[in-house]
T-cell receptor
């Protein structure tokens, strides 16, 4: 059973470009979470999604950031018109979504560098 | 804020010694989890303790939870150089699924 997959592992973008980060949850998991980790800091919650639904996006910046988790395919975190401050590690986690199984399993992360 | 805060921020010990890290949080939780992160790598889940549990063991790890004090501790016994990493506690709000992480404790185990 493969773990949470994220790609790319490293992404370099110039200011103003778009960044697309992908996350494939573990098999059987229907809940996906995105976290951002700035250098030397802990992880900060961004958004929580179930298939085709955004459940909680209270941690997402209001502009330029969006997330989706379609019925088929991976979850996508999209950052438009990137700025240097977007440089960070972005982690995706998944969970089964069952009440007694709320442990989140993390992917290896995508390290975004904005030049 | 729900955020867990780890203490100390950095800890340096000799191989074979025990390492204790603490985590404090602010509001009621459903569970608390500890994660390890090696430099530049992803997170590895270590242990989950639920709000109705007081202590859990996993190998050389021992976690305690005191909900009255809103604090948890992670003890690593007989530390090894390979334990060198950052350790984070993560708390979830009751009935919510998002986790709040502290800024971590950087553990350095000297061989």
């Amino acid at each position: 059973n493969a773990g949470v997959m994220q790609n790319p592992r490293h992404l370099v973008r110039r200011r103003g470009q778009e960044a697309r980060l992908r996350c494939s949850p573990m098999k059987g998991h229907s809940h996906v979470y995105w976290y951002r980790q700035l250098p030397e800091e802990g992880l900060k919650f961004m958004v929580y999604l179930q298939k085709e639904n955004i459940i909680d996006e209270s941690g997402m910046p209001k502009e330029r950031f969006s997330a989706e988790f379609p019925k088929e395919g991976p979850s996508i975190l999209r950052i438009q018109q990137v700025v240097r401050g977007d440089s960070a590690a972005y982690f995706c986690a998944s969970s089964p979504g069952r009440e007694d199984e709320d442990e989140q399993f993390f992917g290896p992360g995508t390290r975004l560098t904005v030049l | 804020s729900q955020q867990g805060e780890e203490d100390p921020q950095a800890l340096s010990i000799q191989e074979g010694e025990n390492a204790t890290m603490n985590c404090s949080y602010k509001t009621s939780i459903n569970n608390l989890q500890w994660y390890r992160q090696n430099s530049g790598r992803g997170l590895v889940h270590l242990i989950l303790i639920r709000s109705n549990e007081r202590e859990k063991h996993s190998g050389r790890l021992r976690v305690t939870l005191d909900t009255s004090k809103k604090s948890s501790s992670l003890l690593i016994t007989a530390s090894r150089a390979a334990d060198t990493a950052s350790y984070f506690c993560a708390t979830d709000a009751y009935n919510f699924n998002k986790f709040y992480f502290g800024s971590g404790t950087k553990l350095n185990v000297k061989p």
